[in-house]
């Protein structure tokens, strides 16, 4: 019953409290401020909350409200049994809030996220943890402490094993502060590098995980084989059916006395079809917290015409009809200045709703595409610029710009499905 009134007391905007409840509530709590205002005009209050809708409620809220749901303790039958008919009032207008929140699928989800993470010891991989933190809000986050014996010899590997554990747990619960049901640590101890990708392949199984964070150590031989060759296996195998954040060593990552601090994401639309903007930009949403902010960025032809001077004359005859029959050209034909003009509205106009339905703090940039300047290199020229913490891009983008944005761009590179 205690979280079911805390939930009610976050939808009505009661804040937390540190002081000592009279109730017995675990701090801190809204719990006994929420009981007072109920008991002022409980009726009118559990109305207020029945007619809440998703539309009307900001993401930090429904987070903290969703959060608060799977907290242990959170049960319809407990409820019941607690508050008789007044639990079975509350609860169901607490449900009625969460299918809208669920059913919104413009708004970043309100679902659970399993995230699974190596941690080795390098400053990449404890920039994973961190960012593994950042992007986890529902679900279980799952640490994975990894010993590779060749790495070391026997002593200091089994040094690092027992260290790793007990510093992953004691960074979850003291410096993370992930709630206890929200995480767990495991420890691998393996012979060679080559067996980390079956052990990456069987804990996203085992964990039912729904993206992998994975430090990048070497992020100028990415497309060599750099680390062992892991992070390119889980940026090209067909195996990994999941999306995959690849943190650099140099990733930005929060202060020790700080819970949270914001970061800004840039989403690459490689594709500018409509239905592919609106599920690239859905897909990335998942990894949002409240409080970041978004750059949607797509790169376009340049607006001038091309002219006649192509590499095969009229197309290989595919445009003899415009000078035979008379035909006027195609409007989406680049053969006047601004050809393309109305479809990069169009689409900005597209990212921009998008974003407001989102409740995300954001831009769109539609760039034409620079002579000399691969896209790869102006993505990364573009982080740099905008100071990027992520730059999420799928994994059906061109080859040469996925291997160029993670070799280039300073920053973390997730990505999707």
């Known amino acids: 019953m205690i979280k079911l009134v805390e939930a ?5 905007g009661v804040p937390p409290s540190q002081d000592k409840s009279k109730y017995k509530a675990p701090m801190p709590s809204n719990y006994d401020a929420t009981i007072n205002l109920l008991d002022e005009n409980y009726g009118a209050y559990l109305s207020e909350v029945s007619r809440m809708r998703s539309e009307g409620l900001g993401n930090k809220v429904a987070n903290e409200l969703f959060a608060k749901t799977l907290e242990p303790g959170f049960d319809y039958e407990q409820a019941v049994n607690d508050g008789g008919l007044t639990g079975r009032d509350l ?5 009625l809030v969460l299918t809208s929140l669920v059913a919104d699928h413009a708004r970043i989800p309100i679902r659970k996220t399993n995230v699974l993470v190596a941690v080795n010891g390098t400053m990449a991989s404890y920039a994973a943890l961190d960012a593994a933190t950042h992007i986890f809000k529902h679900g279980v986050v799952t640490a994975i402490a990894l010993t590779v014996k060749e790495s070391h010899d026997r002593r200091l590997a089994g040094m690092m094993t027992a260290h790793l554990s007990q510093d992953l747990v004691r960074r979850m619960k ?3 502060q992930v709630a206890d049901h929200c995480y767990r640590v495991k420890s691998a101890y393996l012979d060679s590098v080559s067996d980390i990708q079956a052990m990456l392949l069987e804990s996203v199984e085992l964990n039912q995980a729904n993206v992998m964070v994975y430090g990048l150590e ?3 031989l990415f497309g060599e084989g750099g680390d062992g060759g892991v992070p390119r296996w889980l940026a090209t195998s067909a195996d990994v059916q999941i999306p995959v954040l690849l943190t650099k060593k140099n990733s930005r990552t929060r202060p020790f006395p700080q819970l949270f601090i914001p970061r800004t994401w840039m989403v690459y639309i490689d594709d500018i079809s409509p239905e592919t903007v609106h599920i690239t930009f859905l897909n990335s949403l998942l990894f949002v917290r409240p409080g970041d902010s978004m750059i949607v960025v797509a790169i376009v032809d340049s607006a001038q015409p091309r002219g006649d001077g192509r590499v095969e004359r009229f197309e290989m005859g595919t445009r003899t009809g415009l000078w035979v029959d008379g035909l006027e050209p195609k409007e989406e034909e680049p053969c006047k200045p601004g050809w393309n003009t109305a479809a990069n509205e169009s689409l900005r106009q597209q990212i921009e709703g998008m974003l ?8 769109c940039m539609i760039i034409p595409t620079a002579s000399g300047r691969t896209k790869g290199q102006c993505l990364a020229d573009l982080a740099t610029e905008q100071q990027v913490d992520v730059l999420a891009l799928r994994r059906k983008a061109h080859g040469e710009i996925i291997v160029e944005t993670v070799q280039s761009a300073p920053c973390s590179v997730l990505l999707l499905q």
Request: proline share 0%; glycine share 8%.
């Open 174 to 176: 003291m410096q993370y």
């Open 8 to 12: 009610v007391g976050i939808l009505l």
């Open 356 to 363: 407001l339905s989102a409740q995300v703090e954001g831009t």
């Open 218 to 220: 070497e992020d100028r």
């Open 91 to 95: 609860f169901n207008a607490i449900q």
